[in-house]
């Protein structure tokens, strides 16, 4: 029969060389270790957020700059096709402006008759829907910018460069002149100026002397 040693204790059995105090449960390290890996997820997830946002901001400004850059195309597709309609437009009437001479002669001789009136004021009508308009008139003043002088002359009774005669009417296409007035002008007559100058002087100082006093 075995007898017991009184007060000892049996102690659960520790692998040789580890320390005993390794033996005890490993709940609290793992419950330590669960915090830190939240908080490391945490920071992971917010820089995924930041990366989303800036890639976000990114496509944003391409967005913003395409769309500005296809405004400006559609402007300047627009702009162009304006321009080139108005040059077709040109060219056009350019081209007609002999048959419109020719009717317009034909009016001053007073062969617009019959059919071929009718023919002839539907064209003008026509060219004016299309906005052409004709300019230059006898007495208005020298515009070397609309005018094209093809006869010089002087005469007494002007005093500045004027268009005494249109040889042919000018046309133009809202602010685009396609054809000048050519026309017939006349200067002032040499030393006109002057003698008209000393005349005004002579009959001002004769005024002047006519309603003076009488001497008594």
Do not use: W
């Not at 017991?4 to 040789?16: I, L, R, Y």
């Not at 405004?71 to 002999?98: F, G, H, I, M, S």
């Not at 009774?157 to 017939?184: F, K, M, N, S, W």
């Amino acid at each position: 029969m075995t007898e017991e040693t009184p007060g000892f204790e049996e102690k659960p059995d520790v692998p040789s060389g580890a320390d005993p105090d390794d033996a005890e449960p490993k709940a609290a390290s793992e419950e330590e270790a669960a915090p830190a890996g939240d908080a490391s997820a945490a920071v992971a997830l917010g820089a995924e957020l930041d990366q989303a946002r800036t890639a976000l901001g990114e496509r944003t400004a391409d967005l913003q700059r395409l769309q500005a850059e296809f405004q400006n195309y559609r402007r300047r597709v627009e702009r162009d096709r304006v321009a080139v309609k108005e040059v077709a437009v040109a060219n056009l009437l350019t081209e007609l402006l002999p048959v419109l001479d020719d009717i317009g002669r034909a009016r001053e001789h007073g062969e617009l008759v019959g059919g071929f009136k009718s023919v002839a004021e539907s064209m003008e009508t026509v060219a004016a829907k299309m906005g052409l308009m004709q300019f230059g008139k006898e007495g208005e003043p020298f515009d070397p910018t609309i005018h094209e002088a093809l006869m010089h002359s002087y005469a007494p009774d002007v005093t500045e460069t004027t268009c005494v005669a249109i040889l042919q009417p000018g046309y133009r296409i809202g602010e685009r002149t396609i054809r000048p007035a050519r026309v017939a002008v006349a200067e002032p007559q040499p030393g006109a100026t002057t003698v008209q100058a000393e005349e005004a002087e002579e009959g001002a100082a004769d005024d002047k002397e006519n309603g003076g006093p009488e001497e008594g």
